[in-house]
């Protein structure tokens, strides 16, 4: 069983939504949808669900065409950031409600509801109504209705999106877990590369309307086909600076020279992109690391660790470093970097040499 979406496209008046995209999703797998917002996750979405339909391609589940087939007639489940849950209903209700729709006899319904809430750790509420619940809660009663259809594709539209950082890190804990336990196709979609990274599985990286990588998530953020997918899948966006390579040698930016060792030497003189992420920039030194000059422009602490945002003769970096730090805006700072971190684009974008530390992970 599969979804497989076939050059499909969206385009609603003069502006396309989605261009040209083919996926397939297997069963019993966990895909990230993961991009900015209005980057088109939730227009992929629905398209998937059926929701809308495609200005061109095909959509297939388990091999056959359901490109123009109703919602109500496909087996999906879809869950929003919003907790929506009918509030004069208990949650065992809020739970039977598509099984008594579907025409379940009471008996089907009973166990379904009690076998799901099991799993979504709500037996002990099923007698209370929603608005007596925790957000948490009330966000698991909402998907505890999705997942009680057994419906084989599973969209989560942002779920978590609404609840605060503690309930966050709980169900983020507790989706892997359910996934595992129903043996969907689950999509789910997130601005956040950390959640991403924690959920596993398969991530599709999204720039305006563009799928611009898919595959397992470590190998997608180790190694990112091009510089727009480096910066999707990193928060903040990775850093960049034009590096020239000449002979033996690569020179950075404002003149910071390093051997060209490795798959570096291999490539052809030139001019190219480096990109690196924030938490590899340090304020202090480190062995074999490049220095270079920059300007604070702002800092933003975060609690144990503090964000400098810097100014490098006109290319805006982001470092993220540990601690608290005493800083003053407009003081220049002596940032290093060690070139192990360092991604080598093309001036266009494709890849074209990983980080040595992604290839040895």
Known sequence: MALRL??????????THIYPTSLTLEKGTMNVLLGPTLAGKTSLMRLMAGLDHPTEGRIFWDAKDVTGMRVQDRQIAMVYQQFINYPSMSVYENIASPLKLMGRSREQIDQAVRETAELMRL????????????????????LARALVKGAGLVLLDEPLANLDYKLREELREEIPR???????IFVYATTEPEEALLLGGNTATLWQ????????????????????????????????????????????????????????????????????????????????AMRFDARLAVTEITG??????????????????????????????????????????????????????????
């Not at 608005?131 to 698991?140: A, K, T, V």
């Open 304 to 361: 144990s660790e503090t964000f400098v945002h810097l100014d490098h003769h006109g290319d805006r970096w982001v470092g993220l470093v540990h601690g608290i730090r005493t800083l003053e805006q407009g003081q220049d700072l002596a940032v290093y970097l060690d070139p192990r971190h360092v991604y080598v684009f093309a001036e266009d974008g494709p890849l074209v040499a990983p980080a040595a530390y992604a290839e040895a992970a």
């Open 209 to 288: 309307g563009r799928v611009t990588q898919f595959g397992k998530t470590p190998q997608v953020y180790r190694t990112p086909v091009d510089a727009t997918t480096a910066r999707v899948f990193s928060d903040p966006p990775m850093n960049f600076l034009q590096i020239r390579k000449v002979g033996g040698g690569l020179t950075f930016g404002d003149g910071q020279k390093i051997a060209a060792a490795g798959r570096l030497a291999q490539l052809a003189d030139g001019a190219y992109l480096a990109g690196f992420r924030p938490n590899h920039l340090s304020l202090e030194p480190l062995s074999e």
């Open 6 to 15: 076939d050059g499909v496209t969206k385009v609603v008046g003069a502006e």
């Open 123 to 142: 037996t002990p509420m099923l007698d209370r109504k929603p608005l007596e619940l925790s957000g948490g809660q009330q966000q698991r009663c909402a």
């Open 178 to 184: 359910i996934f595992e336990a129903s043996g969907a």
